[in-house]
């Protein structure tokens, strides 16, 4: 078959008759009022709605953000996933969603980096914003570091997920809390020690979430690092973009000689996160994708260093 065969119309009609042709109609009278200030506005009704709200907000907003670190690249743009939400009280029917987003406009067209700090000040702006006494804000990104070959040297890009949450209330102040999931290779200390030679190992996916305290000084230490660091420096061996010869036989040696579980790494990171005088609580969690099951291995642990002892 050749062009010439196709059966195409000499021409279109315009495109306002193709529209009408799928089932689009001419606009009805209209009567409600156009301007904002005579519009109803329903979420500011005021009266006993039966129940207090703990939250209300809207989430899964993504935007892109800057993110600082101390490690390379210093500096990067990454995209934000962003909750933002805050109380009402029975007496108010709703809350006004566009001024969460109206809010990040505003701070993103004011150059915002993502920081605890700059968080802070966007929770209590959008309290007052929202006339509220509390807000909530989160926000999930990917965070990419620069890795180097432990023999060659030769420098690739890791990344992992991280997020920042900060609670505002006028009366309690703040609570932060932040978080990264991190990847990493366990090898099994059973397959190890029944096998004649060799052993099985996977990949590892290490969840922590840590409370920090309210006065945390980001200048003095990068929390991601701290976390990244926690979770691979336990591990039976780190994960790298790029591995030449020499850097894999280092990588697999080093595996064989570190066998972890997963009950094994989330005891070894939470002993980590314990020494750090800047977390007062965490959750730690190990998830390994198994090479020799099809299902995964899991455990995890919460400790609070206000409340429990060891």
């Not at 406009?105 to 920081?115: A, D, I, L, S, W």
């Not at 989160?138 to 900060?166: Q, T």
Request: some cysteine; glycine content about 4%; aromatic content about 10%.
């Amino acid at each position: 078959m050749n062009k010439t065969d196709i059966d195409t119309p000499a021409s279109l009609p315009p495109k306002q008759e193709r529209h009408k042709l799928f089932g689009s109609i001419d606009p009805g009278p209209k009567t409600k009022p156009v301007d904002k200030d005579k519009m109803a506005d329903l979420q500011n009704a005021k009266q006993d709605y039966l129940f207090d709200i703990d939250v209300v907000g809207i989430n899964n907003v993504k935007h892109p953000i800057k993110v600082k670190s101390f490690m390379t690249p210093e500096e990067q743009t990454t995209i934000g996933t962003f909750t933002f939400s805050s109380s009402i009280a029975k007496g108010s029917k709703g809350t006004n969603m566009s001024r969460f987003t109206e809010q990040l406009t505003k701070y993103y067209e004011q150059g915002f980096t993502v920081t605890i700090a700059s968080l802070k000040e966007f929770a209590r702006e959008l309290a007052g914003r929202l006339k509220r006494d509390d807000a909530f804000i989160k926000v999930d990104f990917p965070w990419f570091f620069e890795r180097k070959g432990p023999s060659s040297e030769l420098a690739g890009m890791n990344h992992a997920d991280a997020f920042i949450s900060v609670s505002y209330s006028r009366t309690d102040g703040f609570d932060i809390q932040t978080g990264l999931t991190g990847k990493i290779t366990t090898l099994c200390p059973c397959s190890k020690e029944i096998s004649e030679y060799s052993a099985h190992n996977q990949r590892g996916n290490v969840s922590m979430a840590v409370t920090l305290e309210e006065d945390f000084d980001e200048a003095r230490t990068d929390w991601k690092e701290a976390l990244l660091e926690a979770a691979e420096s336990n591990a039976s061996a780190r994960i790298h973009p790029v591995l030449k010869r020499p850097d894999e036989k280092m990588v697999t040696e080093q595996a064989y000689e570190n066998p972890r579980f997963v009950e094994d790494m989330v005891r070894l990171v939470a002993a980590d996160l314990y020494e750090h005088p800047f977390v007062e609580a965490f959750e730690v969690s190990c998830r390994n994708e198994e090479s020799i099951h099809l299902h995964d291995a899991v455990a995890s642990l919460t400790f609070d260093k206000r409340t429990d002892e060891l």
